[in-house]
Each structure stands twice: as C-alpha cells, then as structure tokens.
C-alpha cells in the first residue's frame, strides 16, 4: 500500500509531506484548491507522462517520491528481478523529478531506472480511477486476466498454458523436420553423389592423426635406420659391452669366496646391467627391422592423408567428422526411401498436442463463462443503489479465430455496459459518461476486491452528478472496499467524506505573497466542521453542524484513526 508521499516544487505545492494508512482515506476541499495536483503528482511517481508546466514558478525542477509497503509475493519482486534490481526490505521507493526544461529522471529504491520500468511498477502497486481514466479495468487487455482473478481459474490457466507451450514444441519439431525433409529431396541426387565419394573413402575415426603419424615415421626412415644402426654400433664395437661385463662378472666371481661383502654389491649391478644391454639390443634390432623404407608405402599414406584432407574441406568438416558425415547422409536417404516415416510419426505427435492443448483450453473457457454469470449478477447487485439501476453489466467471453489462440486460451474476453434499457452493451470506456464510469469501475472493484493484486485504488470524483442515498451507497461501498485493499478518494460528497476512516482537507493559502496548496489532516472536531462547511457552504449553521454529526454517526464503517504525522522525507539524489 502507499505508505508516503513527497512532493516538491509541483504547481502550488513548495513542499508536502503526506503519511498515509490502510483503510479508506478521503480527501475534500473547495474547486480549485488543488486536489488534482496531488493526483498529477502521484501519476508522475507512477510513471504518467512529465509535463514541465508541473514544475512551481521560480523552481529549476519538481521531484516527487512515493513509499509503498508491498508483502513478499507482490509482481514487484519479478519485476525488479527481471531488471537485476534487488528490492531489499518490503519498503519500495518510487522517485521522480522534472526540470523546467522537461527533462525527467527517475529512480527505484535510489537506484537510476526508466520512467518505463517506473509505469510498469505503477500499474502493479495504484490503479487511479476517474472520469478520464483509460487504465486499469477500463483496458480491455486487462479483462481476461481479471476473470480469470475473480473465478479462481489460475491452476486450469496454468495448464492451458503448459499445454500451449508443448504445442508449440511438436509443431515447431514436426516443422523443422518438413524443412529437413523437402530440403533433403531437394538435394536427393547431391547427396547420394556425397554418400557415395563418403563410402569409397570409407573414412574412420581418428585416422587422420594415425596417417599423419605414419607419414612422418615414413618420411624420416633413413634418418631413424642410420641412428639405430649407430646404436647398435656402439655396443658392439670396437668392444662388445655385453662380452664386457660378461668378462667382469667371471673375474668378481673368483673373489666371491674371499671378499663377498665387497664384491656382491658390484656383481648385481653388473647383472643388471648385463639385462638392460641385451634388451636395449633387442629393441635396435627390431626397430631396425620395422622401419618401412619402401617409398611406394609413403606414397600409399600420403595419398590417402591428402584424400581425407581434401575431402573434409570440401564438405565444410573436420577429417574427423566424415564418418558422422557419411552416417547422417546415409540416414538421411534412407527416410527418403522410407516415404518419410519420422514425418507421419511427428505429425501424430503435433496433432495429439494440439488435441490437449484444446482440451485445456476448453476447459479454462468453461470455468470463464461459469466465472463470467458470477461477476455478472455480484455486480448487477451493486449498481441500482449507485443510481445505475437501469444498467446493465455484461462480461462477454467470445471465442477467438485460430490464428490469436495463445497460452491463455481460445477465449477474447470484454466488459461492456448498456446504460439505458434496450441499448445494445458497449465497451465500458466508450459507453459510460465520466460519473457513470467511476461508479461502474466502484462496483467491479468492490466485487473483484479479494482477487485483485493492486494494494491501493484512487477514486477521483466518482460522486459526480450525485447525491443523497446514491452517494450514502457510494461511501458505505467505498468503506466495504477498503476492508481488503487501501483507498482514496476525492469527494466533493459529505456522505462519501463521513464514511471515511482518515480525512485531509486540501485547501489555498498564501506565503509571501505566493498562492500555495496545503493538504491538512484532520482531527474528528475539524472533520465535523469540514463536512459541515460541505453541506452548507460558506457559512456553516448548527444545523449543518448537526446534520454532519449524524452523517459520521452513521458512517457505513466504524471510523479507525492512525498516525498521520509527517513522515521524515527520502532525500532526492
């Protein structure tokens, strides 16, 4: 809910500071006295379009900064989320300033964001009502979502649009493969060309480097038999090592006897020795026998090296990729020879998707048509007592061409209004005159209350063009109203104002020499006094102190008080 408001250098208004409550907070005063100003000012917190003309004169810019005390699940989290904004405690700061030159900025949480971003956090946390409203309830985008809200359909909603995405998933998989496919005929002489250079080459994982290896051991021949005959030289001439330490081994032994601990140790290194030489000649004898000196075996290596090589690049691949390449191509040719029985498999597939998709669907529709003769009779209720008793609330849910199906169903939904009998139902927007609109707009909200997710609703005349009973009817749905969501009003009604359960007056003063705005709270003894003044104009009698007496009395909820000093303003960056 609105927790404060502050408001700077807007129009009439040097300075403001306004400590709000839940419950139902109205706020009166004489034409003119600037009860607007407060309205434009919260719209330019919300995101609402700047004008420079806001900014007071003699003032360089105007800057305004909302608080709203918003719970754990409230669509602000997401939102923020979505721009890598954290929102910290449950306390959101809504912050915007105007220059004279029009130039805006704005802030969340004092963090630098959009007047986009700004807007969208609005249009979760106010809905401002109105006879020039054009958000809200009055936008006919809104009206699925909202009963949706008021039948409790979000679990079947979620199905719809589970299904919906699955959908999408087979018909965009049966589609790529008709792509594949007919690409795949297309090319049908091209590729058995390529599967049949593939299966000459027969080409083999991991063959290139085992041909590579082999080119080089081939190419460097020579030089590898001249090296371990030079080894093997080396052993056996001029002396042969292994004779050698034949011969030191029979001389050691001839002293075994008589010097054992001497000679022991020297034996059995020449023992070991005597092992490593013998291999070590072995290993040169086969190695010299293994090398391949035949340049047609080089050749025979190259050739197909190169092959390989050039292959790959032709087809775009790595060398080791052609074994894959020549898989898929074969796999590819034989669906064709196949007649294409993926295709028939995924068209089933899409089809039984499709099937399931409008089977929820039908379902979410029926739930909407159900919820729509609910909300329909709740507010046929409420509007003879709001002096629209001969009109008539109609939620009209038709079903869409197939092309606008999406994940919320099959189903456009609209709510219309016929204000004289026999009239044909119209857009609400476009049917009702401004002091209609705002009751009509009171008896949705005060029957979609407990659905809805916005935690404070403002109301903007919406006594106009009545009075008496009618505007008793107002107040006491007002009151009913703000059991589950935070409200304000602006009246010009003493039976809307009794009704409420916090009051400020807006009214003009003067300061050197300067017209200005103020907005005070008041106490019950100036409330009374307030509407007194309301009811009798000018000069206020006893009677119509009296009569405002009766008016708080009977006010259609019990009056709550809260504390509404003046909060410690945010400081503007």
């Given at each position: 809910?609105?927790?404060?408001?502050?408001?700077?250098?807007?129009?009439?208004?040097?300075?403001?500071?306004?400590?709000?409550?839940?419950?139902?907070?109205?706020?009166?005063?004489?034409?003119?006295?600037?009860?607007?100003?407060?309205?434009?000012?919260?719209?330019?917190?919300?995101?609402?379009?700047?004008?420079?003309?806001?900014?007071?004169?003699?003032?360089?810019?105007?800057?305004?900064?909302?608080?709203?005390?918003?719970?754990?699940?409230?669509?602000?989290?997401?939102?923020?989320?979505?721009?890598?904004?954290?929102?910290?405690?449950?306390?959101?700061?809504?912050?915007?300033?105007?220059?004279?030159?029009?130039?805006?900025?704005?802030?969340?949480?004092?963090?630098?964001?959009?007047?986009?971003?700004?807007?969208?956090?609005?249009?979760?946390?106010?809905?401002?009502?109105?006879?020039?409203?054009?958000?809200?309830?009055?936008?006919?985008?809104?009206?699925?979502?909202?009963?949706?809200?008021?039948?409790?359909?979000?679990?079947?909603?979620?199905?719809?649009?589970?299904?919906?995405?699955?959908?999408?998933?087979?018909?965009?998989?049966?589609?790529?493969?008709?792509?594949?496919?007919?690409?795949a005929r297309a090319r049908e002489d091209e590729l058995r060309a390529m599967l049949t250079e593939?299966?000459?080459?027969?080409?083999?994982?991991?063959?290139?480097?085992?041909?590579?290896?082999?080119?080089?051991?081939?190419?460097?021949?020579?030089?590898?038999?001249?090296?371990?005959?030079?080894?093997?030289?080396?052993?056996?001439?001029?002396?042969?090592?292994?004779?050698?330490?034949?011969?030191?081994?029979?001389?050691?032994?001839?002293?075994?006897?008589?010097?054992?601990?001497?000679?022991?140790?020297?034996?059995?290194?020449?023992?070991?020795?005597?092992?490593?030489?013998?291999?070590?000649?072995?290993?040169?004898?086969?190695?010299?026998?293994?090398?391949?000196?035949?340049?047609?075996?080089?050749?025979?290596?190259?050739?197909?090296?190169?092959?390989?090589?050039?292959?790959?690049?032709?087809?775009?691949?790595?060398?080791?990729?052609?074994?894959?390449?020549?898989?898929?191509?074969?796999?590819?040719?034989?669906?064709?020879?196949?007649?294409?029985?993926?295709?028939?498999?995924?068209?089933?597939?899409?089809?039984?998707?499709?099937?399931?998709?409008?089977?929820?669907?039908?379902?979410?529709?029926?739930?909407?048509?159900?919820?729509?003769?609910?909300?329909?009779?709740?507010?046929?209720?409420?509007?003879?007592?709001?002096?629209?008793?001969?009109?008539?609330?109609?939620?009209?849910?038709?079903?869409?061409?197939?092309?606008?199906?999406?994940?919320?169903?099959?189903?456009?939904?609209?709510?219309?209004?016929?204000?004289?009998?026999?009239?044909?139902?119209?857009?609400?927007?476009?049917?009702?005159?401004?002091?209609?609109?705002?009751?009509?707009?009171?008896?949705?909200?005060?029957?979609?209350?407990?659905?809805?997710?916005?935690?404070?609703?403002?109301?903007?005349?919406?006594?106009?063009?009545?009075?008496?009973?009618?505007?008793?009817?107002?107040?006491?749905?007002?009151?009913?109203?703000?059991?589950?969501?935070?409200?304000?009003?602006?009246?010009?009604?003493?039976?809307?104002?009794?009704?409420?359960?916090?009051?400020?007056?807006?009214?003009?003063?003067?300061?050197?020499?300067?017209?200005?705005?103020?907005?005070?709270?008041?106490?019950?003894?100036?409330?009374?006094?307030?509407?007194?003044?309301?009811?009798?104009?000018?000069?206020?009698?006893?009677?119509?102190?009296?009569?405002?007496?009766?008016?708080?009395?009977?006010?259609?909820?019990?009056?709550?008080?809260?504390?509404?000093?003046?909060?410690?303003?945010?400081?503007?960056?």
């Open positions: 809910m609105l927790v404060s408001l502050s408001i700077r250098d807007v129009v009439l208004i040097a300075r403001l500071d306004l400590a709000f409550a839940d419950g139902l907070g109205v706020l009166t005063g004489e034409t003119g006295a600037g009860k607007s100003i407060l309205l434009d000012s919260l719209g330019l917190a919300l995101g609402a379009r700047a004008d420079s003309g806001l900014v007071r004169a003699g003032a360089d810019r105007l800057s305004v900064t909302a608080q709203f005390d918003i719970g754990p699940d409230h669509p602000v989290h997401a939102l923020l989320a979505e721009q890598d904004m954290d929102t910290g405690e449950d306390l959101l700061v809504l912050r915007r300033s105007v220059g004279a030159d029009g130039r805006s900025r704005a802030w969340v949480n004092d963090q630098p964001a959009s007047v986009g971003l700004l807007r969208r956090l609005g249009d979760t946390l106010v809905e401002i009502h109105g006879q020039f409203d054009t958000h809200g309830l009055l936008d006919p985008g809104t009206h699925r979502g909202v009963l949706d809200a008021h039948g409790s359909l979000g679990k079947a909603r979620e199905v719809c649009q589970t299904a919906w995405e699955r959908w999408r998933a087979a018909k965009r998989v049966h589609a790529a493969a008709l792509r594949d496919l007919e690409q593939l299966e000459v080459l027969n080409p083999k994982p991991g063959e290139e480097e085992a041909l590579a290896e082999k080119r080089a051991r081939l190419m460097d021949g020579e030089k590898l038999a001249a090296g371990l005959n030079e080894a093997l030289a080396a052993l056996s001439e001029p002396a042969d090592a292994e004779r050698a330490v034949q011969a030191a081994q029979r001389a050691l032994e001839r002293l075994a006897d008589l010097h054992g601990a001497t000679v022991s140790p020297i034996a059995e290194g020449l023992e070991r020795a005597a092992i490593e030489i013998a291999e070590a000649r072995n290993a040169l004898d086969h190695a010299a026998a293994d090398i391949d000196l035949d340049p047609q075996h080089l050749d025979q290596v190259e050739e197909r090296l190169f092959a390989l090589r050039g292959l790959a690049r032709k087809h775009g691949v790595e060398v080791d990729a052609l074994a894959g390449l020549m898989a898929d191509t074969r796999a590819t040719l034989d669906a064709l020879e196949a007649g294409g029985g993926d295709i028939a498999r995924l068209a089933r597939d899409e089809q039984a998707a499709r099937e399931g998709y409008l089977a929820a669907a039908r379902v979410l529709s029926e739930g909407r048509a159900a919820a729509a003769r609910t909300l329909d009779d709740a507010v046929a209720v409420e509007l003879p007592p709001l002096k629209l008793d001969k009109a008539r609330f109609v939620t009209r849910v038709e079903p869409l061409e197939e092309r606008e199906w999406g994940p919320d169903g099959l189903d456009r939904v609209a709510f219309e209004v016929a204000t004289n009998p026999g009239a044909t139902p119209g857009p609400i927007h476009r049917i009702a005159s401004g002091g209609e609109l705002a009751r009509f707009m009171l008896a949705l909200k005060v029957v979609l209350a407990r659905a809805s997710t916005v935690p404070t609703l403002v109301f903007d005349e919406v006594d106009t063009g009545i009075g008496g009973a009618t505007a008793a009817a107002v107040g006491e749905r007002l009151a009913r109203l703000a059991r589950d969501v935070q409200v304000l009003v602006v009246t010009h009604s003493p039976q809307v104002a009794a009704t409420g359960h916090h009051h400020w007056r807006v009214e003009k003063g003067s300061e050197a020499e300067a017209t200005v705005t103020r907005v005070v709270p008041l106490s019950d003894g100036e409330r009374r006094e307030e509407i007194a003044r309301m009811l009798s104009g000018a000069t206020i009698t006893a009677e119509a102190r009296a009569a405002a007496e009766t008016l708080l009395k009977a006010g259609a909820a019990p009056q709550m008080h809260f504390d509404l000093s003046t909060p410690e303003p945010p400081q503007t960056p």
